[in-house]
């Protein structure tokens, strides 16, 4: 550790002159926008879905919330069991199928839309929920009056 003083910008012009700055920002960029994409996608998609079953609707619904249910730290470790390299969950389904294993949490071309699927997995539940609730308090009988008059 050295003497300690005033830095100003010098900083921040060494952080906007690092190439890797416009590298990092992409990457952000594009983790954000498919997290949206799929974190409001997938979850309007799975309640409507709900919603048009007749008769297991409910068991859906409480599978659907049970992983907001379950600790972060131990959906993290499951999850880590399913993508492992050797002898995960999801390699040996791909072994299976004569597909080569991936290294899902290590290549670069994979891991965003790994952890993507981990967190829509992790936030499904609650915003299904959401989406639900909303979806029965739209009324059916002014929604046909509706459609007959357009």
């Known amino acids: 550790m050295g003497p300690t ?3 100003g910008l010098e900083n921040y012009v060494r952080m906007f002159g690092n190439p890797i700055f ?8 594009e983790f954000v926008i498919l997290s949206l994409i ?3 996608m997938v979850p309007i998609i799975l309640a409507l879905m709900i919603r048009e ?13 049970i992983p907001t249910l379950i600790p ?3 959906a993290l470790l499951v999850w880590r ?5 050797e002898g995960g969950a999801l390699n040996s389904l791909l072994k299976m199928a004569h597909i080569p294993a991936q290294l ?5 071309n994979i891991v965003k839309f790994a952890l993507i699927l981990v967190m829509t997995w992790l936030g499904a539940g609650s915003s299904v929920l959401i989406y639900l609730a909303a979806l029965n308090e739209i009324n059916t009988e002014s929604m046909r009056r509706l459609s007959w008059m357009g």
């Open 5 to 7: 003083g005033w830095a």
């Open 22 to 29: 416009g590298v990092a920002w992409l990457n952000v960029l």
């Open 38 to 40: 799929f974190g409001f």
């Open 53 to 65: 079953m007749r008769r297991y609707g409910s068991i859906f619904q409480v599978i659907t919330y």
């Open 72 to 74: 972060i730290v131990v």
């Open 81 to 85: 069991l399913i993508y492992y390299p």
């Open 104 to 108: 899902w949490l290590q290549d670069p």
